[in-house]
């Protein structure tokens, strides 16, 4: 999981230049996917339910599962989060990051700031003793009081072997509750927020999630392995970036 995590991260990291005005999500889904199998990483979201990409690429309202297009053009100003998985001998890694093209509103930085500090502040109570739930309310205290919404319709997971493994990881919720989390547990932990109201609506596609008010979304997500002291980022290749 390390492994896949590390390259995982790497990769998304060196993905940034590509997102920019006129690109489509489904030639940046084509160069992540390369470079997933150049590396000798398998793309778990392809084949998974009868997804047919590597990633998935939401814009702006889309909050998650945005399937890539060639009709999707990238433009200044918007807001682009790609999720992705990818398995190592059969253990997977899973991780979200958000790009800006062009100039976006200071708005949308706030947004994405909150969600970045919510999964930051959420990821340091991975701990063992720790119950659950800490991790659950800890991200909904941080994004409301910030005066946006939180997505309640996902939320993180186990992960191991599988993509999606218990056990689920709401957004929300009161602390102190669920499972206490023990060394060696590997968590998805991934903050799904809203500007305004949380409710989202799946598309035509069958996949793409979007917010039903038409407001931006942000979501972000690491893998983490649960220790007895400070928790391990699977998904970042350094302490400081991505
Ligand atoms: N990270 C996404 C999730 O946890 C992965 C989706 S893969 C897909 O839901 F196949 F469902 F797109
Ligand atoms: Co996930």
Redesign the pocket.
């Known amino acids: 999981m390390r492994t896949a995590g590390h390259l995982l991260a790497k990769i998304l990291h060196d993905i940034k230049p590509a997102i920019k005005k006129g690109a489509t999500t489904l030639e940046i889904d084509g160069m992540i996917e390369s470079e997933i199998l150049r590396l000798g990483l398998v793309p778990?979201?392809?084949g998974?339910?009868g997804?047919k990409?590597a990633t998935?690429i939401s814009l702006n309202d889309g909050v998650?599962?945005g399937v890539p297009s060639d009709k999707v053009v990238l433009k200044s100003g918007d807001f682009v989060k790609i999720?992705?998985?990818a398995s190592y001998r059969g253990f997977c890694a899973?991780m979200?990051r958000f790009y800006f093209v062009g100039n976006v509103s200071l708005d949308v930085k706030k947004l994405a700031d909150v969600a970045q500090w919510a999964l930051d502040s959420a990821i340091t109570l991975a701990i063992e003793g720790n119950h659950l739930s800490d991790i659950s309310a800890c991200i909904q205290k941080i994004v409301e009081k910030e005066g946006f919404g939180v997505v309640r319709k996902?939320a993180g997971?186990g992960i191991g072997r599988n993509?999606?493994e218990d056990p689920e990881i709401p957004n929300y919720g009161k602390p102190g509750l669920g499972p206490i989390l023990r060394r060696g547990m590997t968590l998805?932990i991934?903050p799904m927020i809203t500007m305004r109201g949380f409710d989202v609506k799946t598309m035509g596609d069958g996949?793409t999630a979007k917010t039903v008010d038409g407001s931006i979304a942000a979501h972000v997500?690491d893998t983490v392995l649960v220790t007895v002291g400070a928790p391990e980022i699977l998904t970042r290749f350094s302490c400081s970036e991505n």
Do not use: I, T
């Open positions: 778990e979201c392809k998974y339910a997804y990409h998935c998650v599962h999720d992705v998985v899973d979200a996902f997971h993509l999606h998805a991934e996949w997500e």
